[in-house]
Nanobody, 119 residues
Framework: QVQLVESGGGLVQAGGSLRLSCAASGRTFRRYAMGWFRQAPGKEREFVADITWSGGSTYYADSVKGRFTISRDKSKNTMYLQMNSLKPEDTAVYSC????????????WGQGTQVTVSS
């Protein structure tokens, strides 16, 4: 069984920063890309950013471009999301996910971590 464990969430004031981590454990699994998604209360889950595991190519939602940075440490089997200049509208549960192949849907195996940005 694969586990993705998110951590690093919390309460921060607008303009502040947080760094989220997503640690993978369990059986070996195919990993083409990993991504961060978020879901605010009463809203649908939305894409935040993703990174190809091998080459490190990144892609961001327009709403976070220039403020968030996605990265990965292959030796630690961990992905990160550095979030700067946080806004109240960034408040959500952030989840990480895995895509096993190009074009394949992301698979969610974690519980998520809550990020709350106060104004």
């Amino acid at each position: 069984q694969v586990q993705l464990v998110e951590s690093g969430g919390g309460l921060v004031q607008a303009g502040g920063s947080l760094r989220l981590s997503c640690a993978a454990s369990g059986r070996t699994f195919r990993r083409y890309a990993m991504g961060w998604f978020r879901q605010a209360p009463g809203k649908e889950r939305e894409f935040v950013a993703d990174i190809t595991w091998s080459g490190g190519s990144t892609y961001y939602a327009d709403s976070v471009k220039g403020r968030f940075t996605i990265s990965r440490d292959k030796s630690k089997n961990t992905m990160y999301l550095q979030m700067n200049s946080l806004k109240p509208e960034d408040t959500a549960v952030y989840s990480c996910a895995n895509s096993p192949a190009p074009g394949a849907a992301f698979e969610f195996w974690g519980q998520g971590t809550q990020v709350t940005v106060s104004s």
